[in-house]
């Protein structure tokens, strides 16, 4: 529908996506030919502004934003030219000017974290007055499809370990930065050529470290028990629980997925999932219905924890999956290798972290070649007489390739 529309340098090709507040497009930058993702969030108030009804059922949110797009982009001849937002400016917009501006939450959010090698990085920001644009990252696989149409983890452990160690590396950072995700799923886990992690769609996360009790955030799949249904019998009720042991719960899912193709319930409700209603009387039904090693099941048990404060935290979950030898009972991924620490450190750093790590080791190195065999004892006295330094130079061209891709 919005084939061949244009955003300043970027061409928009296709739509790849959607949801209940934006649309997901990929797009072209015409000047560098490096693909993007840019996503267009509704503004809060955008629905009303265009005379769309905003509570008739149905309509979707999207698909009102996606033909309010389409008379938009038609009213400019299909080329809009759309001012940049400082990147930094939205970062320093606090709670009071985030919730005049609800669209920017999500933005803000992510930008908190995307320096992690596993966040999907947030290039620009564009502004107009129907949607803002978010200029991502284009990464064409998500994990669901990798998981459930390919097949691509039914005959590999190591890649089994590699795609969820980076998850909880991201996530760790994430909540390291105060940053809580609320809707760990594999469709909100990108993979690129080489199999690494990009997590997206932050559009439910928060800062609150604490949460009441049955306040639906995520998908039902994936979704912590307290989260959907909370009851207690004690008279002390309780009114919080940590919002971090959430996205714990959602990796321990998530898990089961990468080893046996399937959920373990449709949902986390005792009176509505007969499946998690017996799981939470004998935990041992998971060994019944899936066919996980009895070494899987025990660290299961430790991340499925019905109290989410007894759950297993995230460093001691990623040792643990470091460590196991075997996820399922027979075939390909009942002998899987332990890592050890320097195959567990390429994991966790990814491609470019480990580049750019041997590119400093390089550049150590050539520093203290250049110490040993020239009479000069600083950059700059080597600059007089030779122009920039060997790790000056390489500083510099990583800069220019730097700014060149955030064009």
Known sequence: MLTNCQINNFQITSQIGSGAYGLVFHAVDIITENEYAIKAVVKSSSLNDFGKPTTDDNIKKSTVLQTQLYHFFKSFQNKLFLPTVDLDSIQCLDNAELARAPHYKEIAMQLKVHSHENVCTIHQILESPLATFIVMDYIPLDLFTAIVDREYFANNGLLVKKVFLQLCSALDHCQHKGVFHCDIKPENVLLDSNDNVHLCDFGLSTTCQYLAPNVCIGSSYYMAPERILYTSGNKDTVTSFPTS?????????????????????????????????????????????????????????????????????????????AELE???????????????????????????????????????????????????ESDEEWSKQFGASPFMQWAGNLSTVTNFSFR
């Open 245 to 321: 042991t959430g996205d714990v719960w959602s990796l321990g899912v998530i898990l089961i997925n990468l080893c046996c193709i399937r959920n373990p319930w449709l949902k986390a409700h005792q009176t509505e999932d007969s499946t998690f209603n017996y799981y939470t009387k004998n935990p041992s039904v998971l060994k019944r219905i899936l066919p996980v090693s009895d070494e899987l099941y025990s660290l299961l048990v430790r991340i499925l924890q019905v109290d989410p404060y007894s759950r297993i935290d995230l460093r001691s979950l990623m040792k643990e999956v």
């Open 326 to 376: 075997s996820f399922t009972v027979e075939g390909p991924l009942s002998n899987v290798p332990q890592l050890d620490e320097k195959l567990y450190d390429t994991f966790i750093t990814g491609d470019r972290g480990m580049c750019l790590r041997e590119m400093l080791k390089e550049g150590s190195e050539e520093d203290e070649c250049v110490s040993e065999t020239t009479p000069c």
